[in-house]
């Protein structure tokens, strides 16, 4: 018999309400023990809890829901006590003390959901990135694969697929010939229909984007005023700012949110072609490899000399012994806020083509390799000529759906999700 596991699923005492979950197949008797019977079901009781020894623990709501339609797919109940740190303290203690019910390890609960069939990987995943969710774009992307719409677009291309190798069946079965002449006329096109709708969620911003911000860069010589602009983005003094050279010796980021988009900005060490300095040294190399991670760089030195693609700041607009850029994209100065704002908006706007549109579902990494997967086995059905060939075919772009939504994969691959979740969900 499977344990019956327990654990606080609000936040941390204190707090106004402390709610403890308890699924598995005695989660009833718990609440029995605790609460004297069990209330009728999905119907809150106001009950006092009591211990093995008949002390009263909290007077608290309890909810009794019997599997299998529950959020874990078994026996479920919570406890929704007074939230300061004793009670909860004392309510644990006591469940522990109850024979087969243990303590829940992180994101035991979720992956019973996952086990049980009450939600699939993709979901699974979604959550993950919902709990984690620090903003609006992040929050809406993780609610849309939370709530199954990846996967129930993966289910459509698998039942596409399955129609298809039952065309491919019947050819091998009942064909006179073993020739793909056999398969109905518009099986090829079919396959490419298909075909391009994985391709474009391919195309798609990746979910990474979402979860790491959208990296900028501020990039130039000593002195170029890049840490004062950088605190001005970031609205902190996370950098040390000062008239010396070579005060940043590193790669300094904050991660932001403007316009509800996540940023992460990078404050760098000032690029010149000599330095005493060893440490200097090591941050400009720092400083270079931070340039070519950076989905943009902002610019702040001579005219003329940026990397490819990166936007011209003239950041002292200010000083005016300072030699100012004849065209650059922004003249700002953190010092009297000029051109802040326009260059914020910026940036949003700029940022905003590479992030997923709001509440559009977006592929992680794994994901984004399975359909990638799927689409070359596709992309190869069509170029068969074989039946069993593409039969084969069609039967790995299925092994890759499977996987998508979790019908196919591996325990180290599920610890290591499981594990992003907190003790409780």
């Not at 390890?105 to 984690?132: H, K, M």
């Not at 694969?145 to 069946?169: C, I, K, N, P």
């Not at 940036?347 to 509440?359: D, E, I, N, R």
């Amino acid at each position: 018999m499977q344990d019956t596991i327990f654990a606080l699923s609000s936040g941390a005492p204190p707090a106004a309400i402390g709610v403890v979950r308890i699924s598995g197949p005695r989660a009833g008797a718990a609440l029995e023990a605790l609460s004297g019977s069990l209330p009728l079901a999905r119907r809150a009781s106001y009950r006092p809890l009591r211990d093995g020894a008949g002390a009263v623990l909290d007077q608290a709501l309890v909810l009794w829901f019997p599997g299998p339609r529950t959020a874990t797919g078994e026996d479920l109940a919570e406890l929704h006590l007074h939230g300061g740190r004793a009670v909860v303290s004392a309510v644990e203690t006591a469940l522990a003390e109850i024979p087969g019910l243990r303590r829940a390890a992180p994101g035991e609960f979720t992956r019973r959901a996952f086990a049980n069939g009450r939600i699939d990987l993709a979901e699974a995943e979604g959550l993950a990135d919902l709990l984690s969710a620090e903003t609006e774009l992040q929050r809406r992307s993780a609610l849309a694969m939370a709530g199954g719409a990846f996967s129930r677009q993966v289910e459509l291309w698998r039942d596409d697929v399955l129609r298809a190798s039952a065309s491919v069946e019947a050819v091998l079965d009942f064909g006179d010939e073993d020739d793909v002449s056999d398969l109905p006329a518009d099986f090829i096109q079919r396959l490419d229909g298909l075909r391009g709708e994985l391709l474009a969620w391919i195309s798609r911003p990746r979910a990474e984007a979402l979860r790491e911000g959208f990296r900028v860069v501020l990039a130039g010589p000593p002195n170029a005023g890049k840490s004062t602009l950088f605190n001005a983005l970031v609205e902190d003094e996370a950098a040390i700012t000062s008239p010396l050279a070579g005060t940043t010796r590193d790669v300094l980021t904050r991660a932001v949110s403007l316009g509800g988009i996540p940023f992460l900005f990078g404050d760098t060490a000032g690029l010149r072609d000599e330095t005493g300095d060893e440490i200097e040294a090591i941050g400009i190399s720092r400083a270079l490899a931070a340039l070519d991670k950076a989905d943009l760089v902002l610019w702040l030195g001579p005219e003329g000399e940026a990397p490819e693609a990166a936007w011209e700041i003239a950041a002292q607009a200010d000083l005016f012994h300072v030699e100012q850029k004849q065209a650059p994209r922004h003249r700002v100065s953190a010092v009297t806020g000029e051109g802040l704002e326009a260059l914020r908006h910026d940036l949003v706007a700029t940022a905003s083509v590479s992030m997923p549109k709001p509440g559009e579902a977006a592929l992680n990494r794994r994901q984004h390799a399975l359909v990638a997967e799927a689409e070359r086995a596709l992309a190869m059905a069509v170029l068969e000529r074989d039946p069993l060939l593409v039969a084969e075919s069609l039967r790995l772009a299925r092994v890759a759906f499977d996987t998508l939504i979790g019908r196919a994969t591996t325990e180290d691959m599920l610890d290591a999700l499981f594990g992003r979740f907190c003790i409780g969900k």
